[in-house]
């Protein structure tokens, strides 16, 4: 009788369970860039899809190569590479063109900044 009504709570919970869904996270960050000057964008990213997104415009422009891990996140863009660790929030924006060097910046979480479209 035992085994009935376990066997009946792991079917009820099998009929319930859904399956994990995507979150998208929204990061305000900030660097400065090599004349000194603070710049601000907002990216968004998605664990289970494996995307990054910078906001540019209003609308959300995709980066290549992306890597998730619990660690870090990394992503490429036509005019630069941006790691983000999420342990401490640290940004790292390497410039394609080989001039700057690293820029270093932070990145914290937010909600979605008014009027940006929804994530891919």
Do not use: H
């Amino acid at each position: 009788m035992r085994w009935l009504e376990i066997l009946r709570t792991v079917g009820l919970l099998a009929a319930l369970a859904r399956p994990a869904m995507a979150e998208p996270r929204w990061l305000a960050c900030k660097y400065t860039d090599t004349s000194g000057k603070a710049q601000n964008f907002f990216m968004v990213f998605d664990d289970l899809r494996s995307t990054a997104s910078l906001l540019d415009a209003g609308t959300l422009v995709e980066g290549t190569n992306t890597g998730i891990t619990f660690q870090a996140l990394r992503t490429r863009f036509p005019q630069f590479t941006i790691t983000y660790n999420r342990n401490d929030g640290v940004l790292a924006l390497t410039p394609l063109a080989g001039y700057g060097g690293i820029l270093t910046g932070e990145c914290r979480r937010s909600p979605p900044p008014p009027g940006a479209p929804n994530p891919p």
